[in-house]
């Protein structure tokens, strides 16, 4: 029996990146997915690359009933055992160029809408007997990340929220833990020139970017029965990135 056989898991932001390589993996080990993303023609393209197993709705996570129609798609696909709050946004920027409406738009859509998620899932998990929610954080929420000021923000309150959330939700057999990429070889990162990732990779004792597959695995294990004692976590995926 495959790990995650007969489990329906919500991904935000799963039409490309890292939420698509965790929807694949998840789908390869039995699981049904809900695909969420403002991205449209991507998201329904890797929906019916899965097949039955995968549903796609146009989602933007600021948004609670687009949450609700998530949570209810789910339902109807089995049940709702998994979130991952996956969707992002990165527009780096130092302190003085950062205008209010950036920081503003990154409090929306990275932390107002990780928790519009968590909130939405409560119900739907506690009815299908208890979950696991992965909060896609960053190293930058573990550090000072230069030049990405309302981002590092956001990264550092996604690390509160799970902790927070971890103690609410414990009695409902619901776990919540966060998970802190370093540099990820995903369109994200093409904001910055070749160039700027490359410099970035010098603070990255494994001197490489990690894979969006690096990062399924373990998002995967905490998703799974294997983490069932782990619960307010944040672990680390970042080649032991030091900045
Ligand atoms: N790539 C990296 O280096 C890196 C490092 C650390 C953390 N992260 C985090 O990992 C997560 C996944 O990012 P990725 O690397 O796959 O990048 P990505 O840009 O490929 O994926 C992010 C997805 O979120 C979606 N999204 C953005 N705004 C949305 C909204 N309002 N509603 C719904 N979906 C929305 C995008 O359309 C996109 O599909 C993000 O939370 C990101 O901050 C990425």
């Not at 939420?19 to 695909?35: D, K, N, Q, S, T």
């Not at 890797?46 to 995968?54: D, P, T």
């Not at 948004?63 to 998994?82: F, N, P, T």
């Not at 527009?91 to 209010?100: C, R």
Request: proline fraction near 4%.
């Amino acid at each position: 029996m495959a790990r995650f056989d007969g489990k329906v898991v919500l991904i935000s932001g799963g039409a490309r990146g890292q939420g698509a390589a965790e929807a694949r993996m998840l789908v390869a080990e039995g699981a049904r997915v809900v695909l969420g993303d403002v991205l449209v023609a991507e998201g329904e393209a890797l929906a019916r690359e899965l097949g039955a197993a995968a549903r796609f709705l146009r989602q933007d996570v600021t948004q609670q009933a687009d949450w609700a129609a998530c949570v209810a798609a789910a339902e109807a696909m089995g049940g709702l055992h998994g979130l991952v709050n996956n969707a992002g946004i990165y527009q780096p920027k130092p302190l003085m160029e950062t205008s209010p409406e950036l920081f503003q738009r990154h409090m929306q859509v990275n932390q107002f809408g990780c928790f519009l998620g968590m909130q939405a899932v409560v119900p739907a998990m506690r009815r299908a007997g208890g979950g696991a929610i992965v909060n896609i954080s960053s190293v930058a929420g573990l550090r000072g990340s230069p030049n990405a000021i309302a981002y590092s923000a956001t990264k550092w309150a996604l690390r509160g929220m799970t902790k927070a959330a971890a103690a609410d939700l414990a009695k409902h057999n619901i776990r919540v833990n966060s998970v802190h990429p370093g540099p990820i070889a995903t369109p994200m990162l093409d904001v910055k020139t070749a160039e700027e990732n490359q410099r970035r990779l010098e603070n990255v004792p494994l001197r490489r970017q990690g894979s969006a597959e690096e990062v399924a695995k373990l998002v995967l294990f905490l998703l799974s029965e294997d983490a069932s004692y782990m619960t307010g976590s944040e672990l680390a995926i970042d080649g032991g990135a030091v900045l």
